[in-house]
Every structure is written in structure tokens, then in C-alpha cells.
């Protein structure tokens, strides 16, 4: 995303069950840096007995070997056959395209703190007030909330 003094980059972790951002990062650079960051958040959010299987790109951050090494420390199943092709990643791309129609579109921020404090603003407006028609009309929060396995 372009912001007035460069680009900023986010990078979240996409609940495909309760569509909710459960993990995000902003950065200058997509970088490990901030792969280390995006994975310590989503580390204090995973509930013990999880088993999520995260879906990426072929980015080469996916491909690293701390990535790799790291989701298997948290007992994640990578998404990624041995070629390093993503197998669906269509969820996240479709966040993505929401925040740039609702969030980012027609905007212009003047600066990189900005973009970042008013996108954090936005993730937790879309986990706790975004309404949802695939979650019958809940939020991700509540549906989460809602869910057995909570």
C-alpha cells in the first residue's frame, strides 16, 4: 500500500471458519522481521490443543527455513507442497482485496504511522463490528465466540 512517505506492507493470518484477522503485522519492508513479529502475535492467540493449517503465497518469506522451522515449533502444518506452491491462498487475497475497497481506497495517508494505527483501528473494527453474511449476520468475534471449539 502506497502512503505518503513510501509503502507499507501488511501481512495478516486469516481464520477461513471465523474470517476473523486473528494475527497481523505492518512493516516498511516485508521482511523476516516482521514474519518474526506476524508469529509471535498469532503464538498468543493459539488456543493449546489448535491445529491450524495456514494457507500463504509463494513468497520466498513462506519458503524460508526459520518459517518453516518456526510453524512446526508451534505444531503448524504448513499449506505448501515440497515445490513450494501454495496450495490456497484465495482467503487471504480475498481479505486483501477488502482492504483495499473499504479501507484504503480513495484514502491517502500522510504518513507510515498513520496507515499502520488506522489499520490496526480497521482489523479490530472488522473482528469485533464487521458484520458477516457467511457468519449469519455475526461478527467474526462472536462467531468465533459462538463456536464449540472456541
Not at 502506497?2 to 474470517?19: E, F, L, N, T
Not at 516482521?34 to 489448535?50: F, G, I, N, T
Not at 526459520?66 to 484465495?90: E, H, P, T, V, Y
Not at 464487521?130 to 472456541?150: C, D, Y
Amino acid at each position: 500500500f502506497r502512503v505518503a512517505d513510501g509503502k507499507a506492507y501488511p501481512a495478516p493470518v486469516y481464520d477461513m471458519g471465523s474470517k476473523e484477522i486473528v494475527a497481523w503485522d505492518v512493516s516498511r519492508h516485508p521482511d523476516m522481521a516482521q514474519q518474526r513479529r506476524l508469529l509471535a502475535m498469532l503464538e498468543e492467540k493459539l488456543p493449546e490443543d489448535a491445529d491450524p493449517i495456514p494457507h500463504s503465497d509463494m513468497g520466498w518469506q513462506y519458503r524460508h527455513r526459520w518459517w518453516r522451522d518456526r510453524l512446526a515449533g508451534l505444531n503448524i502444518r504448513q499449506s505448501m507442497s515440497r515445490k513450494g506452491n501454495c496450495i490456497d491462498n484465495a482467503a487471504t487475497e480475498q481479505v486483501f482485496g477488502h482492504l483495499k475497497d473499504e479501507f484504503h481506497a480513495g484514502r491517502e495517508f500522510a504518513s507510515y504511522e498513520q496507515f499502520k494505527n488506522e489499520l490496526d483501528a480497521y482489523i479490530i473494527h472488522w473482528n469485533t463490528k464487521r458484520r458477516q453474511i457467511r457468519l449469519e449476520g455475526h461478527t467474526p468475534e462472536e462467531f468465533r465466540n459462538m463456536s464449540p471449539t472456541a
